[in-house]
């Protein structure tokens, strides 16, 4: 899998120029992998932008009928999605063949969490936590053997995207982000340098990384838990760009791929808004100030803390208004997943680039990074 993006980017950019204003259904000149000319409806511009989940071992036939439709960005899995390695490859074939014969022809981007310890959706690597790794005297070594281990793993399967790895800096002992020893160290220097070493091995067996959960949290309590309810982090500006966001710089620099927003809502940067809903966040401090060039993806649009925001499809098209490329449709209990969200989310992105709402100029760059990355 080739990450050539911003050349990519531009390419595509250029393709989906034709564009404009009009009906629903209205389609654009793009190309695919082999520079034939397509066309793309306005769905098919929106679900570019929509990461699906399910729930079993098979996807479910309305996923395949979006996928074939060129109405799917990409599916997330989960430990209950899979039975064997076999059986894995056998679904990811499936989809991806789905993927290929839509007309947006492009394979999907396959995500899922391999963070190493206790976050492993497949067995095998990594085996180490991010603790683990930070508290050893080799860290910047193993961190690059995890980072290799998740690749060569995942790519395995077919998996092409590791939502990896974790870059917020814990303040506590025992806290939201150190209680499952997902954090490499409450020193923003070491959850820099592991990090930056996890992605440039990890990238390099052709696996995307992603740095989650910007712009940091770590200093979230165990009780902050964003998945079940609204948390706001009362820290300074100052505190925020020099500890909680190092790491991030970092993967930045590193060329990381994609960027994962927190659902936190952070007062010094935006008091109304969680950070995946914020376009003072996404545009303003990760594009603007950090120069993230890639894809951003939110957490999962079913969480607690973004609940207060509205419906399903009110907060799809929210977090797209803001700047996130990828709406990961994914509920906080894995057995509870459903096609039909991400199609909610569809469906009201569609509407909302139709109508105005959404502006078509942002819908083509977000559709262009990501199209990019999917090839």
Same mark, same amino acid.
């Given at each position: 899998? +080739?990450?050539?993006i911003?050349?990519?980017?531009?390419?595509?950019?250029?393709?989906?120029a034709?564009?404009?204003?009009g009906?629903r259904?209205?389609?654009?000149?793009t190309?695919?992998?082999?520079?034939?000319?397509? $066309?793309l409806s306005?769905?098919?511009?929106?679900? $570019?932008r929509?990461? %699906?989940?399910?729930?079993?071992? =098979?996807?479910?036939?309305s996923l395949?009928?979006?996928?074939?439709a060129? =109405?799917?960005?990409?599916v997330?899995?989960?430990?209950?999605?899979?039975a064997?390695?076999?059986?894995?490859?056998?679904?990811?074939?499936?989809l991806q063949?789905?993927?290929?014969a839509?007309?947006?022809?492009e394979r999907l981007?396959?995500l899922t &969490?391999? *963070?190493?310890?206790e976050?492993?959706?497949?067995?095998?690597?990594?085996i180490?936590?991010?603790?683990?790794i930070? =508290? /050893? /005297?080799?860290?910047?070594?193993?961190?690059?053997?995890?980072?290799?281990?998740?690749g060569?793993?995942l790519? +395995?399967?077919?998996?092409?995207?590791?939502?990896a790895?974790?870059?917020?800096?814990?303040?506590?002992p025992?806290?939201?982000?150190?209680?499952f020893?997902?954090? %490499?160290?409450s020193?923003?220097? #070491?959850a820099? /340098?592991?990090?930056?070493?996890?992605?440039?091995?990890?990238?390099s067996?052709?696996?995307?990384?992603?740095?989650?959960h910007?712009p940091?949290l770590?200093?979230?309590?165990?009780a $902050?838990? #964003? &998945?079940?309810?609204?948390?706001t982090?009362?820290? +300074?500006l100052?505190?925020l760009?020099?500890v909680? *966001?190092?790491?991030?710089?970092?993967?930045?620099?590193?060329g990381?791929?994609?960027?994962? #927003?927190?659902?936190a809502?952070?007062?010094?940067l &935006?008091?109304?808004?969680?950070? !995946?809903?914020?376009?003072?966040?996404?545009q303003? *401090?990760?594009?603007?100030?950090?120069?993230f060039? !890639?894809?951003?993806?939110?957490?999962?649009?079913?969480?607690?803390a973004?609940?207060p925001f509205?419906?399903?499809?009110?907060? !799809?098209?929210?977090?797209a208004?803001?700047?996130s490329?990828?709406?990961?449709?994914?509920?906080?209990?894995?057995?509870q997943?459903?096609?039909? &969200?991400?199609?909610?989310?569809?469906?009201?992105?569609?509407a909302?680039i139709?109508?105005g709402?959404?502006?078509l100029?942002?819908?083509? $760059?977000?559709a262009?990074?990501?199209?990019?990355?999917?090839?």
């Open positions: 899998m +080739g990450f050539r911003s050349a990519l980017v531009a390419t595509a950019m250029a393709a989906l034709g564009l404009g204003p009906a259904h209205a389609a654009v000149s190309s695919g992998g082999a520079g034939l000319p397509q $066309q306005m769905a098919q511009l929106a679900g $570019q929509v990461v %699906y989940a399910y729930a079993g071992l =098979e996807p479910p036939p395949l009928t979006a996928v074939r060129g =109405e799917a960005g990409g997330i899995l989960f430990s209950n999605n899979v064997s390695r076999a059986q894995l490859r056998n679904v990811v074939a499936e063949r789905a993927a290929l839509s007309p947006v022809h981007l396959i &969490d391999q *963070e190493g310890g976050v492993r959706r497949l067995p095998g690597a990594p180490l936590s991010e603790r683990q930070g =508290e /050893s /005297s080799s860290g910047v070594a193993l961190a690059r053997s995890a980072g290799a281990g998740a060569r793993n790519a +395995g399967v077919g998996v092409n995207v590791n939502l790895p974790v870059l917020d800096v814990y303040r506590e025992g806290d939201f982000i150190d209680q020893a997902r954090s %490499y160290s020193r923003p220097a #070491t820099a /340098s592991l990090g930056g070493a996890f992605i440039r091995a990890q990238q067996t052709g696996v995307a990384a992603t740095a989650k910007f940091g770590g200093a979230a309590s165990t $902050q838990n #964003t &998945d079940l309810r609204p948390v982090l009362n820290l +300074g100052g505190t760009r020099t909680d *966001e190092a790491p991030y710089r970092a993967a930045v620099a590193a990381v791929k994609l960027v994962m #927003t927190s659902w809502i952070y007062p010094a &935006d008091a109304k808004r969680p950070a !995946g809903l914020s376009p003072i966040v996404i303003d *401090e990760l594009r603007g100030r950090l120069g060039r !890639g894809v951003t993806i939110t957490d999962g649009i079913e969480a607690g973004v609940r509205g419906s399903l499809a009110r907060r !799809g098209v929210l977090a208004g803001a700047g490329d990828l709406v990961l449709c994914a509920a906080t209990n894995p057995a997943n459903t096609p039909q &969200d991400g199609l909610t989310v569809l469906h009201a992105l569609t909302a139709s109508d709402q959404l502006g100029a942002s819908a083509r $760059q977000a262009a990074r990501i199209l990019a990355l999917r090839r």
